[in-house]
Structure formats: structure tokens, C-alpha cells
């Protein structure tokens, strides 16, 4: 995979979605937060309907701590892991009001520092909320990336590191967002859609498929 093959896909990528965004549904930077930390292994979908119902009770550390974490599970219930997630959510907002009144940072470290907050999550908010340069691999990401031979590699560190270099500065941004959607939509896990694919002719994988 070369330079020019990879400013061909993003240039494509870029066409197909001009203004790609996360689908989790927020309205401030501290719901993004709360949705992110609530999307580990879960589906936005999943999480998108506890937040529909929870936002508009609470939807900032203050009332989040008012609810209670038994108060919280009830929303929250219908999503994997609820109980850790709901303690670590607790957690957060606490050293949110302590430390950063009640904001959410835009610092790496500090975001990291939260209970639930891993890179990945930490990634997220980075660029979706700061507009900073950042690259949240999950699974679909790092599939196509090793698919499509952008950014290959055995880890998710290694693959985020890649892309980090080697995708054009130009589309850095919302990259994440383009890689995600390309692999829950498209290069699907089990039987990816080469034939509805706008990148077929540029992708490096060698099991295509006539599936659209």
C-alpha cells in the first residue's frame, strides 16, 4: 500500500460522507463522554436508547451523582456490563467535580486518569468533542485496516500508531470516523460488501467478494 493509493481512499472515502460524525446521540461534551464509556462492548444502538431515556434526567456529573449508582442502573440496565460501567461512571463524575469542575479535560492524561476511560474511549472524545487528531481503534477499524492493507498490524497500539503516520494530513481528522463506518457497514466481519465497496479497486485484500 502506497501514498498515493492511500490519499486515492480517503479521497473516496471522503466523497461518499463529507462530514462523518460518531452515531452515539449527545448534545455536550460530558454526554459524549458517558455514552462512550457506556459503548464498550455494546452496540451504539444499545447505548443510544439508555441515553434517550437518561439525558433528560441527568446529563451532568451533579445529577448523575443525585441519581446514585442504583439510580443509574435503571437506566442503564439493558447494556452489557451495566453494573461496572455504572460504578465507574459514579467514579468519573466525582473526579470530574473535584478535579476539573465538572468538566470533562481535553487532555489525554487526565482523560485516561477516569474510571472506564481507556485509550480507546479516551481517543473518542479527543477527536469528536476536541476536534483533535486522534484515532479510536475498535474492531472495525482494525479490521479494515489490515484488510485493506492501509495500516497493518498485530495490535491495536501498533495499528493506531500507523494510521496516526501514514494516513494524509488532509483527512487526518475524521479518518476514525470513515474507517468505522466502512467496517460496520460495509467491510463487514463475516462477509464483507466488495461489490457495494467504493475502495474495491485500491484494497489490498485478496478474498474479495462479489456480495453488495
Not at 449508582?69 to 437506566?75: A, D, Q, V, W
Not at 465507574?88 to 492524561?109: M, S, W, Y
Not at 486518569?113 to 472495525?140: E, S
Request: net charge positive; charged share 25%; hydrophobic share 40%.
Amino acid at each position: 500500500m502506497n501514498k498515493e493509493k492511500r490519499h486515492q481512499i480517503f479521497t473516496r472515502l471522503r466523497e461518499q460522507n463529507p462530514e462523518p460524525t460518531t452515531e452515539l446521540e449527545y448534545h455536550s461534551t460530558f454526554e459524549l463522554l458517558i455514552a462512550v464509556i457506556l459503548s464498550a462492548q455494546a452496540t451504539d444502538v444499545s447505548v443510544n436508547k439508555a441515553t434517550a431515556k437518561l439525558f433528560p434526567v441527568a446529563n451532568t456529573p451533579q445529577a448523575i451523582l443525585k441519581l446514585g449508582e442504583k439510580g443509574l442502573i435503571r437506566y442503564i440496565k439493558t447494556i452489557g456490563l451495566f453494573n461496572s460501567k455504572a460504578s465507574n461512571i459514579i467514579k468519573t463524575c466525582e473526579i470530574l467535580l473535584q478535579q476539573h469542575d465538572g468538566q470533562v479535560p481535553a487532555d489525554r492524561k487526565a482523560l485516561e486518569a477516569l474510571p472506564g476511560v481507556g485509550r480507546k474511549t479516551a481517543n473518542v472524545v479527543l477527536n469528536t468533542a476536541f476536534g483533535q487528531p486522534a484515532m479510536a481503534v475498535d474492531t472495525h477499524i482494525f479490521r479494515v485496516a489490515n484488510r485493506t492493507r492501509i495500516a497493518p498490524g498485530k495490535t491495536v497500539l501498533e495499528v493506531e500508531k500507523k494510521l496516526m503516520r501514514l494516513v494524509p494530513g488532509e483527512f487526518l481528522l475524521d479518518a476514525h470516523h470513515w474507517l468505522i463506518l466502512h467496517g460496520r457497514y460495509v467491510c463487514t466481519a463475516r462477509k464483507p460488501r466488495c461489490g457495494a465497496c467504493v475502495i474495491e479497486d485500491l484494497c489490498e485484500f485478496k478474498d474479495k467478494t462479489e456480495y453488495d
